[in-house]
C-alpha cells in the first residue's frame, strides 16, 4: 500500500506565496511520475505541473514562470511552490504519484489541500 499525506495550503492574498507539499510512503519500489493537479468549484479537475523520475518538468500554461514543481527522491516527496498567486489560482490541490510497488503498479491521490488566494 502507498499512502499520500499533502501539507501547506491555505489563504494568502494576492500576489503571496505557498509551498505545498506531498509525501508518498509505504512499498514503493520506484516513483515514475509525481504531479499537482486541482479542482475550482464548478470546473473540472486539471493539471498543474508534474515532474518524471528524470527530472523533466511540465506545467500548464497558466502557472508557468509562477510556480515551480520539484522533488527529493530520497523522502518520496513532490513540493509545489506557488509564487504570484493570483485569486483564479482558488481551488482544492490534489498531489498524484505514479509507480510500482514489488507486485503492481499504483497511481494514487492525496486528500487535496485548499488553497484560497483572496483579499
Known amino acids: 500500500q502507498v499512502q499520500l499525506v499533502e501539507s501547506g495550503g491555505g489563504l494568502v492574498q494576492p500576489g503571496g506565496s505557498l509551498r505545498l507539499s506531498c509525501a508518498a510512503s509505504?512499498?514503493?519500489?520506484?516513483?515514475?511520475?509525481m504531479g499537482w493537479h486541482r479542482q475550482a468549484p464548478g470546473k473540472e479537475r486539471e493539471l498543474v505541473a508534474a515532474?518524471?523520475?528524470?527530472?523533466?518538468?511540465k506545467y500548464s500554461d497558466s502557472v508557468k514562470g509562477r510556480f515551480t514543481i520539484s522533488r527529493d527522491n530520497a523522502k518520496n516527496t513532490v513540493y509545489l511552490q506557488m509564487n504570484s498567486l493570483k485569486p483564479e489560482d482558488t481551488a482544492v490541490y490534489f498531489c498524484?504519484?505514479?509507480?510500482?510497488?514489488?507486485?503492481?503498479?499504483?497511481?494514487?491521490w492525496g486528500q487535496g489541500t485548499q488553497v484560497t488566494v483572496s483579499s
Open positions: 509505504g512499498s514503493i519500489f520506484s516513483i515514475n511520475v
Open positions: 498524484n504519484v505514479r509507480g510500482y510497488t514489488i507486485a503492481t503498479m499504483f497511481d494514487n
Open positions: 515532474i518524471i523520475s528524470g527530472g523533466n518538468t
